[in-house]
Each structure stands twice: as structure tokens, then as C-alpha cells.
């Protein structure tokens, strides 16, 4: 089973590496650029990008004091953009005719991760896609939070050559702070994808409780997937490095209710309330040893099989508490009187 989506190759049935070990060209996300700051400051920004058809946008934001950042494409600070957003579960909300988009939650102190998709045709306005994961007081006790937005650059005449995160409070980016770009165009020809798997496993041999990665080489940034087919009802709990001790807080919404939080928990719940439905989850992680481990998950669950029922959804910002380690293994487990059946998949990519 592949997963297009992140191996746009059209068509590919083997994995990148066997395309790659035999001279092929096969496309996907190649890295356009990156910006590490190596002392403090108010902005980080990757420029001269190549002119891709789509942007995908990793950024690694470390605070020194408040820092709440902003994006700006090409240098325009003019008031040419337009952003919808909800924080934590909130409301949507709506600022037009403005220089700048959303990028976080609000001003914070601690550690986040935001993931972006731009579509990039220069005659049509920019719009992008936006999530991030703010990781709060540090431990197990405190959830944290999240922040999705929907932006828009007005601009008709020109492709995203620069992107940029400002920071607006008082503070600074601290050093280590990064911005990473990406891109991908359907004419694209290469093997330097960004993304190198690191595993595939599938229970083809027979159903389980647990479906696991085995050892991971360690990467900064990890993209997963996970298909679950359960047989009768199964939970589906994520741990990390065989620790299942209280280290993890989660916030999450089910359907577009409120957020609720989970806090000082042993495992991270990614299920949702069709426990005997087939489920499809996707999640980015920023893998820094020495910080607490940041996730943004969604995931969609089938519900009653049929077009008269509605499948499910479901969006959490995710924590793991460890400062000492990197990932090196993600384990998902079931606890309930169901089990994963043979058609489970779980495949992990990394990047550093």
C-alpha cells in the first residue's frame, strides 16, 4: 500500500529508496532552502526559492522572551493579505486588508512547530494552509496548544520567491530557531527528496494489538501515517521509545467541538469515537532532543460504512515531555476487545 500523497510520483509502487539505488528520477518535496538563525533576532526568512507549483514549510520557532511571529511572501508589507483563523478550538475569526498573516496562537515563551502548504501559480492570489503546536508550560500537566489559520496573498502577477517569519513582541528568536521550504511541481525530476523513509511496516502476517516502527534512525523532523482497520472496536495509543510513564499531554477536538485536554496521560489517544471504523491519520513532529517533542495530528474515521453516514474527524496539538532523547521508535497499541486486522499500515519518513 502506498500513500500518494506523500509520494506524489505518479503512479510509484516501490519506495523512493528503490528508485534511487537503481538511477531513477522519481520527484517528490525537495528542500529549496533553509535559514538556521545562529544568534537572536526579530526575523527568519528563506529567499531566492525556486519558482515550484507548491510550498510545504517547516518552521522550528525557539523564544527568547515573548515572541509572537507573522508571515510575509516576497517582502510585501503592504496590506495585501487576508487571514482566517481559530486558536485552541476557538471561533473563527477574520482580519482582512492586513500586512502580515497569523503564523501562532499568541505570544508565548516556549517552543513551537508550524507546518504550511502553499499553492504557488503566480496569475492567481497565494493561499496557504497553516498549523502549529505551542508547547506551554513545560511537563506532563499542561496540554498545549494549537492554532489553524487559512491565508491568502493577493498578489496575481508574481510566484513566492521569499517567505518569511517575523517576530512582532517584545522578545527575540532565539538561536537554533529554522525555517525550512520545500517544493514539488509535477514536471519534477529528481532523487534528493527531503523525506527518506525511515519505516514500513504492515500486518500482512496477521492482525495484532500493536503495530509498531521498530528502531527509527533519529531525524529533527518526522512526517507519519497511519491506516487502521480494526476488527471488532480497538483504540489506537501512540507511545514513543517504549515509555508508557505519565510524559504526555494532548488537546483535541472531535467533529469541531470544543477542545478538551488530556494531561500527565501514559500514552496519546489519536482515536476518535468510531472505535470499530477504519481511521486514516497524519502527523508532523519536530524531533529536538533536548526540547519537549511537539505534534500536530489529524486523522479521519470512516464511521458507519455508506454515503448516509458522515465519517469523522479529528485535530490535536501533542506533546511528549522528553528534553533528553530524540524519537527512535513509535509504538501504537490497542487495549480494547477488538484488534488491528492485516490491512494496518504504519509508515514513517524523517528529515534532518
Do not use: C
Amino acid at each position: 500500500m502506498s500513500f500518494p500523497f506523500v509520494q506524489p510520483y505518479a503512479g510509484l509502487s516501490n519506495s523512493l529508496q528503490t528508485a534511487q539505488a537503481t538511477g531513477g528520477t522519481v520527484g517528490g518535496w525537495v528542500e529549496l532552502g533553509r535559514t538556521t538563525l545562529g544568534g537572536t533576532g526579530d526575523t527568519v526568512s528563506v529567499g531566492s526559492l525556486s519558482d515550484k507549483r507548491y510550498y510545504m514549510v517547516l518552521g522550528d520557532i525557539i523564544p527568547s522572551g515573548n515572541v509572537y511571529t507573522r508571515t510575509w511572501l516576497n517582502g510585501d508589507t503592504g496590506t495585501n493579505y487576508a487571514t482566517r483563523y481559530s486558536g485552541s478550538g476557538a471561533a473563527d475569526a477574520t482580519i482582512t486588508s492586513t500586512n502580515d498573516t497569523v503564523t501562532n496562537k499568541s505570544t508565548d515563551t516556549t517552543p513551537y512547530f508550524t507546518v504550511q502548504y502553499f499553492s504557488n501559480l503566480p496569475s492567481k492570489e497565494k493561499l496557504w494552509i497553516n498549523h502549529s503546536v505551542e508547547q506551554q508550560t513545560a511537563g506532563a500537566a499542561t496540554a498545549p496548544e494549537r492554532m489553524e489559520s487559512v491565508n491568502k496573498w493577493d498578489n496575481t502577477s508574481n510566484a513566492i520567491s521569499t517567505i518569511q517569519q517575523t517576530n512582532e513582541a517584545a522578545g527575540d528568536l532565539a538561536s537554533g530557531t529554522e525555517l525550512v521550504v520545500l517544493g514539488w511541481d509535477p514536471a519534477d525530476e529528481h532523487t534528493s527528496n527531503f523525506w527518506e523513509e525511515l519505516a514500513s511496516v504492515d500486518l500482512s502476517g496477521g492482525s495484532a494489538d500493536q503495530i509498531s516502527s521498530g528502531t527509527l534512525s533519529a531525524k529533527k523532523y518526522i512526517w507519519m501515517q497511519l491506516y487502521i482497520e480494526p476488527t471488532g472496536a480497538a483504540n489506537i495509543n501512540m507511545t514513543f521509545n517504549n515509555d508508557t510513564s505519565t510524559n504526555y499531554a494532548k488537546r483535541n477536538s472531535n467533529d469541531g467541538g470544543s477542545d478538551g485536554t488530556t494531561t500527565s496521560a501514559s500514552s496519546l489517544s489519536m482515536q476518535t469515537t468510531a472505535t470499530s471504523a477504519p481511521s486514516f491519520h497524519n502527523l508532523f513532529m519536530i524531533n529536538n532532543a533536548s526540547n519537549e517533542k511537539l505534534i500536530i495530528h489529524h486523522a479521519v474515521a470512516q464511521n458507519t460504512a455508506g454515503a448516509s453516514t458522515a465519517p469523522q474527524r479529528k485535530e490535536q496539538a501533542m506533546k511528549w515531555t522528553n528534553t533528553s532523547n530524540q524519537i527512535t521508535e513509535i509504538d501504537i497499541d490497542n487495549t480494547d476487545t477488538g484488534s488491528y486486522d492485516t490491512k494496518t499500515i504504519l509508515k514513517v519518513w524523517g528529515s534532518d
